[in-house]
């Protein structure tokens, strides 16, 4: 338990969304209206476990276990991979599926948008914690002030050293 408090906001939040989502798939994703002529109609509830489902469950406990494995765990990892960045794209990943699941899904019913806002939970998650962990790529850029241009006198450009067969040769 004191594992899970020292986990930033982020983590904490791809872990929830995650799990949730996985178990929102065994709820009804579909509601199909099903007409059986003169005995009457019916509609046939769907659970996401279509293939579409499979995927976003698939990638959804490789998700939820490389965030365990990164941020519960003792062992040793390689600093040169770039651990966030492989859970956003995941995360991303199943968000994507998500709602392409939806889309392709006749007659969605609520946990299939629920689902999508988990999986979008997940990707916002995964971006926090990215921009946690992620080191300052670009350092500020300092534009001159007039009051330090003013301060330096004008220095003309320098004519390029030019170039001889002689010199050429010292060169190289």
């Keep these: 338990m004191e594992r899970i408090k020292t986990l930033s906001t982020g983590t904490k939040l791809v872990l929830a969304s995650s799990v949730l989502l996985f178990l929102d798939l065994?709820?009804?994703w579909q509601k199909l209206p099903l007409d059986f002529g003169k005995?009457?109609?019916?509609v046939a509830?769907?659970?996401g476990w279509d293939a579409w489902g499979l995927l976003i469950g698939l990638l959804t406990m490789a998700l939820v276990t490389l965030v365990v494995i990164v941020h519960l765990t003792d062992l040793e990892l390689s600093p040169d991979v770039p651990w966030g960045l492989i859970t956003l794209g995941l995360a991303t990943a199943v968000f994507v599926l998500t709602v392409v699941k939806n889309l392709t899904d006749a007659e969605s019913a609520l946990a299939s948008y629920v689902g999508i806002v988990l999986a979008a939970l997940a990707v916002v998650?995964?971006?926090m914690t990215r921009a946690e962990e992620r080191p300052e790529a670009t350092p500020e850029v300092r534009r001159p002030t007039a009051a330090r241009r003013a301060s330096r006198?004008?220095?003309?450009p320098k004519e390029p050293e030019r170039t001889t067969v002689e010199t050429a040769g010292r060169k190289w």
């Design 26 to 28: 065994f709820f009804t």
């Design 39 to 42: 005995a009457g109609r019916a």
């Design 45 to 47: 509830p769907l659970d």
């Design 125 to 127: 998650g995964a971006y």
């Design 153 to 156: 006198p004008y220095e003309a």
